[in-house]
Nanobody, 120 residues
Framework: QVQLVESGGGLVQAGDALRLTCTAS????????MAWFRQAPGKSRVALAR????????TYMDSVKGRLTISRDNAKNEVYLQIDSLKPEDTAVYYC?????????????WGPGIQVTVSS
């Protein structure tokens, strides 16, 4: 499995923008499909966006289209999630995941998660 770690979270105000970063120190992410998920308090973890290995294909959940942008820089071994116009309902723990297929399972490669808290 790939050891992933997220960074860039924290406490922000509604309307702000935030960029989360996911990286791996032990392996190149260039051959993996990558995705971002989030889990709000008391709710299940949900998928937000997915990007293919070369970064040319992205998929977004309908609920977040227009405010979230997933991207990657394989030279830096990093994957990003840009969140614009943050809302209090964006408060959640955000996770990145890696998969050699288009499916991301709980038994796959996940980061430990990073908290994003949006104050109104």
């Amino acid at each position: 499995q790939v050891q992933l770690v997220e960074s860039g979270g924290g406490l922000v105000q509604a309307g702000d923008a935030l960029r989360l970063t996911c990286t791996a120190s032990d392996v190149s992410l260039a051959s993996y499909n990558m995705a971002w998920f989030r889990q709000a308090p008391g709710k299940s973890r949900v998928a937000l966006a997915r990007i293919n290995p070369d970064g040319r294909m992205t998929t977004y959940m309908d609920s977040v289209k227009g405010r979230l942008t997933i991207s990657r820089d394989n030279a830096k071994n990093e994957v990003y999630l840009q969140i614009d116009s943050l809302k209090p309902e964006d408060t959640a723990v955000y996770y990145c995941a890696a998969s050699s297929t288009l499916t991301f399972t709980s038994s796959g490669s996940w980061g430990p998660g990073i908290q994003v808290t949006v104050s109104s």
